[in-house]
């Protein structure tokens, strides 16, 4: 498995959720993604995305796809998200 970690700047949360789960979701269902997770900061207008791929090869292959882009921006992100390919090293109980 290959996660990367985005930081978004965004317009507004309730856009970016909605299209990040419709429209978003189907881009990233179409190159392979496992999964997604959104965490809000406290500071407005900037979240951070978790998303799972199988390989690094399916993330490229979103990351180049030319309609990424304008879905994002119909989503109210701000400029392109920064990613850093993470990994998960220990999930702990309480």
Same mark, same amino acid.
């Given at each position: 498995?290959? $996660? $990367?970690?985005?930081?978004? %700047?965004?317009?507004?949360?309730a856009?970016?959720?909605?299209?990040?789960? $419709?429209?978003?979701?189907l881009?990233?269902?179409?190159?392979?993604?496992?999964?997604?997770?959104?965490? !809000? $900061? %406290?500071e407005?207008?900037?979240?951070?995305?978790?998303?799972?791929?199988?390989?690094?090869e399916?993330? !490229? !292959?979103? %990351?180049?796809?030319?309609?990424?882009?304008?879905?994002?921006?119909?989503?109210? !992100?701000?400029?392109?998200?920064?990613?850093?390919?993470v990994? %998960?090293?220990?999930?702990?109980?309480?």
């Open positions: 498995m290959y $996660t $990367t970690l985005a930081e978004v %700047r965004i317009e507004s949360l856009k970016f959720i909605g299209i990040f789960a $419709t429209n978003g979701a881009m990233r269902s179409r190159h392979g993604s496992l999964g997604a997770s959104v965490v !809000a $900061t %406290r407005p207008g900037r979240v951070f995305v978790l998303i799972d791929w199988p390989n690094e399916a993330f !490229a !292959a979103f %990351r180049n796809d030319p309609e990424v882009p304008g879905i994002m921006a119909s989503g109210g !992100a701000l400029g392109p998200p920064t990613f850093t390919a990994e %998960r090293v220990a999930a702990l109980p309480v």
